[in-house]
């Protein structure tokens, strides 16, 4: 084990508490209800939305059990609880089942297995005399609506994103794909979450090796036991990635269906997560990061040449501060002869040296962008004009920076904001100071 | 082991490790070298050598079609019966790594004429050094693909270079017969020794997938040698020969005539750009040097060892204090020792080889590659 | 594994711990300037150069003045070094951009120069040119206070460039012209006129790197035609060499002139065909005849051309008796005939050598046309 893991270790290993499983294991329904219930009151004591609705099936005591909130009342009342109190008495399993207007139930021997689809917004109906569990999906998250995506902004093509629902999202992207060839398989990763990861493919398509690959460090999430939650994508992309400790994205984030398709055309195998709006695409190399999706609705000239302007902007925003220092600090032969007098008027009013103006005004400007980032528009706006005004104008004027240090602070964040994607251009801002840093001083 | 060997060069890759390895510092001052011996007779003398070295790859091919699956390093021993094999392989290896000591030297003498006075030579060598080094023991792989990388840089810069932006009078190159073919013939000899560095193709030759590997590798001189007759050309024709002859680096007093509208100075920017490719040049240099040193130390001695060593002898290479002018006489007298042993010795290898009737495994691999 | 690791870390931290000193840190605030360098004799000792530094002052609200330093040395390095230790700022080097020399100083050598041009410490690009009197003098000239001296004589140059008045020779091509066989450098001439006004006016003509004689403007504007290197030579013939020329008043520019100079060797003699062909642009014209008309004009072409002849063929025997080639007389033999060349004999050969002109002249265009008839 390395130094820095060790640290690591020492660091933040030893506090994680240890995560209990309730329902690990398997426990058979008891034909007698009321154990079953002792079990789950006591399982389910000072859970709010949690609900036992007791009722007599065709004579002999049942109990409707579900969470409120994640479950449709309706579908409850009218196709699961009202036909069942007129089920004729003595009733057998089927034709109990046959009493259920819902169609999508099933019958489970193992109680934890039917508590934890209970947990999905499945109602589960046990019954006196029945060694079984009866589940009926009546399951009704409260979601938002499909709309167009916010970081993934395309001017042209479809306008449908990704949503934090994963049936609505697998949905969008089978609207795209109509052939038996998309495949998927489901995860449930975190011990408290069971968030649903499902790994979509295109048979034929994709790769083994890649497939297999992906199965494997996705399966070893799941296994470990000591993994508490699973919120986002982000945090599966941690977990699966070749090298966690870069800062640059190694799966590519997407909010598109679109893209995701594409993508899955391509070879690719595709993530997405319940509950995140973003699905990943493994495997990604770096120039991926530059695609959009207006890429491909555009004439190719203009693609082409958007996507080159692109890779310019990524030179330009990681390296125009350096260069600047580089220049004025050691190589100012080669600024022309009629701007070099202005330049060196304008730096010999400034007292700070050209390394520490740089640093500061980049760290000005990522102060602003992080300020506007998490404050809601009207006030982000306020933040910008500040932001211009101070930094611009009386920084200039009261001589703590250099104007044309301004300039090149402004050209590099404009240069970042042309990096579609933000992992992306995080990373490659953060190089931004390494890089400052070794032009000073080497 | 040879069975496991894999096919990881591309044809693009190959072109790239010979162009890089061959084009480092010799361009910045060819056009006085040459020009001393073959007075304006060097826009003749520089294909003629182009075409040399073109032959000599060619014998670098046949012997190391006679191998397809062996490096220099396994199949030189054959040939020469261990002992023997052993001594040449050494001195090899050695020659490599002298070579790019002395290479990063070289231009770093350059670099402190021109642009950085003060700064001591250890403060820009060393971390040259680690970087060539680090990139070198990878192996093949890596080392391909970092030249790769750099050469899209390069190959920008030697289109830059050939463009005639400065005004040539061609009456200061003519006339080319000027000292006779004598002259002509004898200048041939300085400007191969700018050639020197495309042995790395019997390196890397088993890795190599494409189906035209010398293909590859010809191509890579004959660009070569446009560059630089393309390049001596627009320097003599701007400076004039006689300026050339008293300019240490001519390619720098051509270059501080040309102002760029951003970047005022085009020799201080060329300067900077250029220390890529001498990293890259020092990268294929190593790399050659390590894999040789490989094949004659013996296997119980760990690969890791073999590799710091030759860093820290690297490190004492470029830290060894020699004055400019002994640094010159020392580059002039290993020229010809590194020509003969890397361009001419393997021919005579290929001569043993079919003399004896020695013969590599036939592969399978590069046809199922093909 | 770990070992090797902390290995490289160790050997990472040493080369950076190497690196942070920053030998040759020189940030920009801390630089002289210096913009323009006038080279002269020293008054008190001939052996010794005065060079004038001139650098930019940096006043409150965009002002700018210049402030000039003379140092007197024995070459430029040493010059620097002396005004290094005066000053608390470091000598920009490659952003000289005007190099002036006296008079005396370029008739002494101008090796004072060339010890250093070979190190970027002057920018190759920067224009040279000689004072008529001392540098020093033409450098402190006062202009408008929103000038400062190397931006005047800098935008001068290119001005009398374009407009084809004046030859632009650069400190890399007087390097090259005073190294190569069979050319002779030529150099711009500076005049200081009244207090506070700076004219071009000719050229400076050197053997080898000696200052031998001057050309006047008149002179230089034929020359220029002759060495065929220009887009635009301007020229108005007012001395008055046939009889039609000789009132009214003619300016034309010369478009893109080209000759073909052509050196022979005839039994040791020297044989030099100049043929001379350029198109015209007719500025100004004022004359009994409309040449609107074919005839008047081709009358007009062929007295230009006999203008041209009478003024080549004399500039072409002022060369020749002060035995300099800025042409490149001797540079073309070299290239076509390189056997017979021999760098000692041919400022000899030069001097005795038998000239033939052809001029060609092409109307271009005909701008405007003054038609009036003043004698009627």
């Known amino acids: 084990m390395s130094l820095w893991n060790r640290i690591l270790q020492k660091l933040i290993g030893a506090n994680q508490p240890k995560i209990e499983q309730p329902l690990a294991g398997k426990l058979a329904v008891s034909p007698r209800l009321e154990n079953n219930l002792a079990y789950i009151t006591e399982l389910f004591a000072d859970v709010a939305d949690f609900v036992c609705r007791r009722l007599s099936v065709g004579g002999r005591p049942a109990a409707l059990l579900y969470l409120r909130g994640i479950t449709d009342a309706r579908v409850i009342q009218e196709g699961i609880a009202g036909p069942l109190l007129q089920c004729q008495h003595n009733a057998s399993l089927s034709e109990l089942l046959q009493c259920i207007s819902v169609s999508n139930f099933a019958c489970l021997q193992d109680l934890h297995q039917a508590l934890l689809q209970m947990l999905e917004g499945k109602v589960l109906l046990l019954c006196q005399g029945l060694s079984q569990a009866i589940l009926v999906d009546a399951a009704n998250f409260p979601k938002r609506n499909i709309a167009q995506p916010e970081s993934d902004v395309a001017i042209s093509g479809p306008q449908e994103g990704f949503i934090e629902h994963l049936a609505d999202n697998f949905a969008l992207v089978r609207r795209r794909l109509r052939t038996p060839k998309l495949k998927s398989r489901v995860f449930r990763l975190g011990a408290l979450t069971r968030t649903t990861v499902m790994l979509c493919y295109l048979q034929d398509r994709v790769g083994q090796q890649l497939l297999a690959e992906v199965e494997t460090r996705l399966q070893q999430v799941q296994d470990q036991v000591d993994l508490p939650d699973i919120l986002d994508s982000y945090a599966i992309m941690e977990l699966i990635s070749d090298h966690p400790r870069s800062p640059f994205p190694q799966l590519l984030q997407t909010e598109r269906p679109d893209v995701i398709v594409a993508n899955l055309v391509e070879g690719r195998g595709a993530i997405l997560v319940d509950g995140s709006p973003v699905a990943l695409v493994a495997p990604a190399a770096f120039f991926d990061f530059f695609q959009t999706a207006d890429d491909y609705n555009l004439h190719p000239i203009f693609a082409a040449f958007t996507r080159w302007l692109r890779f310019l902007a990524v030179v330009i925003s990681t390296s125009v501060s350096a260069l600047y220092v580089a220049v004025v600090t050691y190589h100012y032969e080669i600024i022309p002869a009629r701007i070099i007098t202005t330049i060196a008027r304008t730096r010999s009013m400034v007292p700070l040296s050209s390394f520490t103006e740089a640093i500061l005004m980049e760290i000005t400007v990522d102060l602003l962008r992080e300020a506007s980032v998490r404050l809601p528009g009207a006030v982000g706006q306020v933040i910008g004009v500040l932001g211009a005004l101070v930094v611009g104008q009386a920084a200039v004027q009261a001589n703590i920076v250099a104007p044309l240090m301004v300039i090149v602070v402004a050209i590099s964040t404009i240069s970042s904001f042309l990096i579609p994607n933000n992992e992306q251009a995080t990373a490659l801002r953060l190089l931004r100071f390494p890089l400052i840093v070794a032009a000073n001083f080497l | 082991m040879q069975g496991k060997r894999q096919k990881v060069i591309t044809g693009w890759q190959l072109f790239c490790l010979i162009l890089n390895g061959v084009v480092g510092i010799g361009i910045f001052n060819l056009a006085r070298q040459v020009g001393e011996v073959a007075g304006r007779g060097v826009l003749l003398t520089i294909p003629l050598a182009g075409l040399l070295a073109l032959g000599t790859l060619a014998g670098h091919y046949l012997l190391a079609r006679r191998f397809p699956r062996q490096t220099l390093a396994e199949y030189a021993e054959k040939i020469l019966s261990p002992p023997l094999g052993k001594i040449y392989l050494g001195l090899y290896g050695v020659l490599s790594l002298a070579l790019a000591i002395t290479v990063s030297r070289s231009y ?227 020229s010809p020792i590194a020509f003969f042993y890397h361009a001419i010795t393997p021919l005579l290898l290929w001569l043993i080889a079919a003399l004896r009737g020695l013969k590599g495994e036939k592969t399978d691999v590069q046809d199922q590659a093909a | 594994m770990c070992k090797t690791k902390l290995l490289s870390y160790l050997l990472l931290v040493i080369v950076a711990c190497s690196l942070s000193a920053c030998w040759d840190q020189r940030p920009i605030e801390d630089l002289g300037l210096i913009n323009c360098v006038g080279i002269d004799i020293y008054p008190e000792n001939p052996e010794l150069l005065d060079f004038t530094f001139v650098y930019p002052l940096f006043l409150e609200e965009r002002r700018q003045a210049a402030k000039l330093d003379i140092i007197a040395a024995a070459n430029i390095g040493e010059a620097i070094n002396i005004w290094e230790r005066r000053n608390p700022r470091r000598f920009a080097a490659g952003k000289v951009g005007i190099v002036i020399f006296g008079t005396e100083a370029a008739q002494q050598d101008l090796s004072g120069l060339f010890d250093y041009a070979q190190l970027p410490l002057f920018d190759d690009n920067a224009y040279v040119a000689v004072a008529a009197g001392k540098a020093s003098d033409l450098l402190q000239t006062p202009l408008p206070e929103t000038e400062i001296i190397a931006t005047h004589l800098h935008t001068m140059f290119r001005t009398n460039r374009h407009e084809g008045q004046t030859i632009l020779v650069t400190v890399g091509k007087l390097m090259t012209l005073a190294t190569v066989q069979g050319i002779d450098p030529i150099l711009p001439k500076v005049h200081k006129l009244g207090e506070d006004r700076i004219e071009l006016d000719g050229a400076v003509l050197f053997q080898d790197r000696r200052m031998v004689g001057t050309l006047d403007q008149n002179e230089l504007l034929i020359f220029m035609a002759l060495q065929g290197q220009h887009s635009i030579v301007s020229i108005a013939p007012t001395t008055a060499n046939t009889g039609e020329l000789a009132k009214p008043k003619v300016e034309l520019d010369l478009v893109s002139p080209k000759t073909k100079i052509r050196p022979q060797l005839q039994d040791g003699k020297l044989v030099v065909n100049f043929s001379l062909q350029a198109s015209y642009v007719l500025h100004s014209y004022s004359s009994v005849q409309n040449i609107t008309k074919p005839e008047a004009a081709q009358s007009l072409t062929r007295d230009l051309e006999s203008y041209l002849l009478i003024e080549a063929e004399r500039l072409i025997t002022k060369l020749q008796e002060l035995g300099v080639d800025p042409l490149g007389v001797g540079k073309r033999l070299r290239a076509s005939n390189f056997r017979q060349f021999d760098p000692l004999q041919f400022r000899e050969q030069w001097a005795d050598a038998a000239i033939s002109i052809d001029v060609k002249l092409k109307p271009f265009r005909a701008g405007a046309i003054d038609t009036t008839q003043p004698d009627r």
């Not at chain 2, 700064?119 to 971390?127: G, R």
């Not at chain 2, 009078?169 to 560095?197: H, N, Q």
């Not at chain 2, 240099?285 to 690969?303: A, D, E, I, N, Y």
Request: hydrophobic share 60%; proline share 5%; aromatic share 12%.
């Open chain 2, 108 to 334: 770093w003498s350059l670099v402190s004429a021109w642009a950085l006075g003060r700064t001591p030579q250890l403060a820009f060598l060393l971390p040259l050094i680690l970087v060539c080094w680090n990139v070198a023991r990878r192996g093949v792989v890596v080392t391909a693909r970092v030249v790769e990388l750099i050469n899209y840089g390069t190959l920008t810069l030697m289109l830059l270079l050939m463009i005639p932006v400065i005004p040539v009078d061609l009456d200061y190159v003519r006339p080319v017969m000027e000292t006779g073919v004598g002259g002509i013939l004898r200048g041939i000899i300085p400007s191969l020794y700018a050639t020197i560095g495309f042995d790395v193709f019997l390196i890397v030759f088993p890795y190599v997938r494409s189906r035209r590997p010398f293909a590859a590798g010809a191509a890579a001189i004959a660009l070569i040698t446009l560059f630089y007759t393309v390049t001596t050309l627009l320097i003599i024709g701007n400076l004039g020969l006689e300026l050339v002859l008293i300019n240490t680096w001519p390619l720098q007093t051509y270059l501080h005539r040309f102002a760029l509208a951003v970047f005022e100075r085009a020799d201080i920017v060329f300067l900077i750009a250029w220390v890529f490719q001498i990293i890259n040049t020092v990268i294929v240099l190593m790399f050659t040097g390590m894999t040789v040193l490989q094949g004659v130390v013996p296997q119980k001695v760990s690969r890791r060892w073999l590799h710091l060593s030759i860093l820290v002898l690297a490190m004492a290479g470029v830290a060894w204090p020699v004055k400019f002018a002994s640094q010159v006489k020392l580059v002039n007298s290993l």
